[in-house]
């Protein structure tokens, strides 16, 4: 079993900044990837940013730009720097690790953007 602790949520101003952190513990072994999905009240999931363990990153256009996504893998940890937000980001974001065809999520972290 896998347990995701995320942290660093808060409320901020806009145009300010956070970083949310997801710590992976447990029974994780061989390849992973990790990621960042966000869910707005009465809006589905959506994906923010990923990153593979080669460390090649995708993220979500409404972010690209601002955010950016990173993973310390000795450390079975992913981060996500958040800059220049808006409202619009405004959130209950969550942790993914996918390990082969098992999928864990950590118990999500809210950010609110507002003035």
């Known amino acids: 079993q896998v347990q995701l602790v995320e942290s660093g949520g808060g409320l901020v101003q806009p145009g300010g900044s956070l970083r949310l952190s997801c710590a992976a513990s447990g029974s994780i072994s061989g390849s992973y990837a990790m990621d960042w999905f966000r869910q707005a009240p009465g809006k589905q999931r959506e994906l923010v940013a990923e990153?593979?363990?080669?460390?090649?990153?995708n993220y979500a256009e409404s972010v690209k730009g601002r955010f950016t996504i990173s993973r310390d893998n000795a450390k079975n940890s992913v981060y996500l720097q958040m800059n220049s937000l808006k409202p619009k980001d405004t959130a209950v974001y969550f942790c993914?690790?996918?390990?082969?065809?098992?999928?864990?999520w950590g118990q999500g972290t809210q950010v609110t953007v507002t003035e």
């Open positions: 990153v593979t363990r080669l460390l090649n990153t």
């Open positions: 993914r690790l996918i390990s082969g065809v098992k999928v864990y």
